[in-house]
């Protein structure tokens, strides 16, 4: 029997990288960004393991207008999918987060990216391990890297225990993910790292999180 799930596990790897490696060969351009906001739209930025999990609940919460999945963190110009996987480029996959400051708050968006993974995880967000998954909470004032910081301060005494290793940095240059990978998780369901891995994190989140949620239109 434990033969039998390791062969099933095994062959949903193969055919999510198989599709992945498609996609790559299709699509292998950095994405060209045309967001529609209003003047009133902020963006913020955060790492926090794969970005078609980090994006999905984003989008998830109210007075989020768009998320787009990229690269942030690094020293290497154009990062791709491809070189960042590499862990020589310093770029971890990100999010740009486009929000309405009247509906949702910095610090609300703090809140959501502490609560929807583990800070306390060098490297990685199960499944994924490596410094392009790495927690990066990046700030662009002086007032959201103290809201950032308060907030370490706090989880780190309510919660846990000093062990925080979320790094804290100033957004330098954002490059958006190639295509193919915006909005993963809604239009590939069907992918079995989506359906194992991103889906049950955004429902984790979800059930954390109700009163931040956007509501279901009917």
């Given at each position: 029997?434990?033969?039998?799930?390791?062969?099933?596990?095994?062959?949903?790897?193969?055919?999510?990288?198989?599709?992945?490696?498609?996609?790559?060969?299709?699509?292998?351009?950095?994405?060209?960004?045309?967001?529609?906001?209003?003047?009133?739209?902020?963006?913020?930025?955060?790492?926090?393991?794969?970005?078609?999990?980090?994006?999905?609940?984003?989008?998830?919460?109210?007075?989020?207008?768009?998320?787009?999945?990229?690269?942030?963190?690094?020293?290497t110009k154009n990062p791709t999918y491809k070189t960042i996987g590499t862990g020589k480029t310093?770029?971890?996959?990100?999010?740009?987060?486009?929000?309405?400051?009247?509906?949702v708050s910095f610090k609300t968006l703090v809140t959501v990216f502490f609560g929807s993974h583990d800070p306390t995880t060098k490297n990685g967000q199960h499944p994924d391990y490596g410094s392009q998954y790495r927690s990066i909470?990046?700030?662009?004032?002086?007032?959201?890297?103290?809201?950032?910081?308060?907030?370490?301060?706090?989880?780190?005494?309510?919660?846990?225990?000093?062990?925080?290793?979320?790094?804290?940095?100033?957004?330098?240059?954002?490059?958006?993910a190639e295509e193919y990978h915006q909005n993963y998780e809604r239009l590939h369901p069907e992918n079995p790292y989506v359906q194992r891995v991103s889906i049950p994190r955004l429902n984790r989140f979800k059930r954390k999180f109700p009163e931040l949620l956007k509501k279901e239109k009917n």
């Open positions: 029997m434990k033969i039998f799930k390791g062969v099933i596990v095994f062959t949903a790897v193969v055919l999510a990288v198989t599709l992945l490696s498609f996609s790559q060969k299709k699509e292998d351009k950095l994405k060209e960004v045309s967001v529609q906001t209003s003047s009133e739209t902020k963006v913020a930025y955060f790492a926090s393991g794969c970005f078609w999990c980090v994006e999905a609940i984003f989008e998830s919460v109210n007075g989020v207008e768009e998320v787009i999945s990229g690269y942030a963190g690094g020293h310093g770029h971890a996959e990100s999010v740009a987060v486009y929000y309405n400051p009247k509906k909470a990046f700030y662009q004032t002086p007032q959201e890297k103290e809201i950032i910081e308060n907030t370490i301060r706090k989880l780190n005494k309510e919660v846990y225990k000093g062990k925080i290793v979320t790094e804290v940095t100033k957004l330098e240059k954002f490059y958006p």
